[in-house]
């Protein structure tokens, strides 16, 4: 009988899509100290998802710390996160790596914006938490690049987001932030360039001037602390 011997080939790692600076995700709260993030691995052999959060005041909400838990427990990874620690208003999503499972969760006083809708990120801030029951809590929900859903947000960024929808144009980014001693502010990123408000001087100063690579994310945190994230730096 003659044998056949088959060499057994290493597989080659399949090529990594995109950029270390896309697969990063972080929200800070009260302080810079205060955060949750989670980061996309992938090292072109498996895909997985390291994250981490703080708790206690500040921090993600308790709520939202359990259902971080069970995502994980479920086999599932987030693919959206959100919080705001004034007004305890969160949102996460979560899905399997094929694609199957997704899911969205929310607490605080967002239910209401919700509704049946499936929305693909949110974000939240409280422009006076000292006096959180007679103030504004700023909500914002996209959903599939153009679709939206947002209450008490600014008119500058409401009329800017009305034009994006009506000419069917998409939006990359939005986020919400509210410092402690400024005006609440935004940051927009769309089909028609960028734009933003009230975020201080000096994340103001590194978004207009920091580089010609693009801002692909922003975390802001109550106390004014920051985070630009870039395809390759933050």
Not at 15 to 44: F, K, N, P
Not at 113 to 140: R, V
Not at 177 to 200: K, P, Q
């Amino acid at each position: 009988r003659t044998r056949v011997h088959h060499k057994i080939m290493p597989s080659c790692p399949r090529a990594i899509t995109g950029s270390a600076g896309s697969r990063i995700r972080v929200v800070l709260g009260e302080t810079g100290s205060d955060y949750v993030y989670y980061i996309d691995e992938d090292d072109g052999v498996s895909e997985w998802q390291s994250r981490d959060w703080t708790t206690g005041d500040g921090g993600p909400p308790s709520d939202l710390c359990h259902q971080m838990n069970a995502i994980t427990k479920k086999d599932r990874h987030m693919t959206c996160v959100a919080f705001d620690p004034s007004s305890c208003n969160w949102f996460v999503s979560g899905k399997k790596r094929d694609g199957s499972g997704g899911h969205q969760w929310w607490g605080g006083n967002c239910a209401a914006h919700i509704d049946s809708n499936k929305f693909d990120s949110a974000t939240f801030a409280s422009p006076n938490p000292e006096d959180y029951y007679d103030n504004e809590k700023w909500i914002c929900y996209v959903k599939g690049g153009g679709g939206y859903s947002c209450s008490s947000i600014p008119d500058e960024l409401s009329t800017r987001m009305a034009r994006i929808n009506k000419r069917g144009k998409t939006f990359d980014l939005i986020r919400l932030c509210a410092i402690d001693g400024e005006d609440c502010g935004y940051y927009i990123s769309d089909s028609e360039g960028t734009e933003w408000c009230n975020l201080g001087e000096h994340l103001s100063k590194e978004l207009k001037h920091g580089g010609n690579d693009p801002v692909l994310d922003i975390a802001v945190g109550r106390d004014g602390s920051w985070i630009v994230f870039r395809p390759n730096r933050f």
